[in-house]
Nanobody, 111 residues
Framework: QVQLVEAGGGLVQPGGSLRLSCVAS????????LAWYRQAPGKQREVVAI???????NYADSVKDRFTISRDNAKNTVYLQMNSLKPEDTAVYYC?????WGTGTLVTVSS
């Protein structure tokens, strides 16, 4: 059984930065693409960023040039660096590996 644990969420002012991390147990980390999703109140969960096993990345248009996804296979960890945060980035952020989801970490962008 694979477990994913996110960390790094919190309250930040508009224009600020946060770095999320997601640590996975088990030995599947290096095999699969890794992804960050988010779900804002009253909205559907949406993909934010993906990084393949080879290191290629893809981003939602709404976060391009502001967010950066990266992975450290040695540490079984995927990161999401979020800069220039906006109130509309407020959501619960989830990491996903294969069929496994984390429990989420809340990011609130507010003054």
């Amino acid at each position: 059984q694979v477990q994913l644990v996110e960390a790094g969420g919190g309250l930040v002012q508009p224009g600020g930065s946060l770095r999320l991390s997601c640590v996975a147990s088990g030995n599947i980390f290096s095999t699969y693409a890794l992804a960050w999703y988010r779900q804002a109140p009253g909205k559907q969960r949406e993909v934010v960023a993906i990084i393949t096993s080879g290191g290629n990345t893809n981003y939602a248009d709404s976060v391009k040039d502001r967010f950066t996804i990266s992975r450290d296979n040695a540490k079984n960890t995927v990161y999401l660096q979020m800069n220039s945060l906006k109130p509309e980035d407020t959501a619960v952020y989830y990491c996903k590996v294969h069929i496994y989801w984390g429990t989420g970490t809340l990011v609130t962008v507010s003054s």
